[in-house]
């Protein structure tokens, strides 16, 4: 059984849980550091998981530093991660879909309630009470959940996700995050062949983003602010590349887009984006910056065009989107990383100066 008097990050095995080598930020200004976690044994729908790849997504360093204070507020210790891919090393007993030895993902939510509307859609994102992976109640352990900057992690089987086998490992976790929601957009907006589609900010979203554009047959535009990526959105997929801070550039695609995803993770001028939509067009932010976006209205109310958001995807949908990168063969590109190389990974996203995903090879925690 769990325990209530446990409490995660401060203490080693006590009876209902056991200790898990972990990177935890202390503060929104500290390095993120080795640190010891608690983890729950698994109960009789917990699936044991040992974490081999942990993708880097921005979110988690919103959440280090503390910018989503608004929002969501970051309570420290913080263990960020949530493109999680691994080794199922036990099952609790009424376990069904894994067996120890399969591998085995998990992306943003580790929990929701399973009766709302939203479950019932199989829309667990937009759940009132769901549960994220890091950094949100814990209802077993109390305090907060702890992500996958770590070497193991418990979660109920509704939850886990199967990976198919001929993905690289490495390339796969960032699928967990980056792909759903990438993915989810695309599929409600009906990207795919005939439509015009734009994708802002080529980082680890973005460049997803681009292949699922590409391989759902769309006409794919890249709009990025770094000159030096070009050839590489045309190699991801992309059929022309704009630099965004190129006025000229950018009015010549004006009221041409069915659809854009924005994957920006700062303030930026959205209103020149929305100019480009034709009738009926759509832009879609999934990239989070911390301050509000000034929207110009008269931009939507020309062309009725909308502007809308959201928020990664079901636990049905992910495992869609993982089958169909299994059969195109899609994973993101990483650079692989030993988990001591976190905080330059973090100073580097800051910077936009990710190709394109970093993924922290778990194995390197062993020596921390
Ligand atoms: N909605 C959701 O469910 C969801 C899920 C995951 C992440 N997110 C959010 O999505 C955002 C992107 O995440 P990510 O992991 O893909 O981040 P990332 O790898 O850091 O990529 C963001 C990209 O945005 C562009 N960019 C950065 N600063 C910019 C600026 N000032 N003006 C214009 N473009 C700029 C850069 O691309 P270029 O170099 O090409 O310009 C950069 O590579 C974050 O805010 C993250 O929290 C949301
Ligand atoms: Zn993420
Ligand atoms: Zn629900």
Known sequence: MATTEVTPGKETARPGTFSSKAFAAQSATSKLASHTIARRTPQAEDVQIEILFCGVCHSDLHQARNEWSGVMPTVYPCVPGHEIVGRVTKVGSAVTKFKPGDLAAVGCMVDSDRTCPECKAGLEQFCP??????NFPDKHLGGVTYGGYSDSIVVDEHFVLRVPGNLDLAGAAPLLCAG??????????????GKKVG??????????????????????VVFTTSANKKDDALRLGADEVVLSRDANEMQKHAGSFDFILDAVAAEHDINAYISLLRRDGNLTMVGAPDKPLPVSVFGLLMGRRSFSGSLIGGI??????????????????????????????????????????????????KSS
């Open 316 to 365: 049905a949908e992910t495992q869609e989107m993982l089958d169909f990168c299994g059969k195109h063969n899609i994973t993101s590109d990483v650079e692989v990383i030993p988990i001591q190389k976190v905080n330059e990974a973090y100073e580097r996203l800051v910077k936009s100066d990710v190709k394109y995903r970093f993924s922290i090879d778990m194995a390197s925690l």
């Open 199 to 220: 994708v802002v900010g080529l980082g680890g979203l973005g460049h997803m983003a681009v292949k699922f554009a590409h391989a759902l047959g769309a006409h794919t």
């Open 180 to 193: 759903i929601t990438t993915y989810s957009p695309m599929r409600h907006w009906g990207a795919g062949k």
């Open 129 to 134: 009470n769901f549960t994220l992976t890091y």
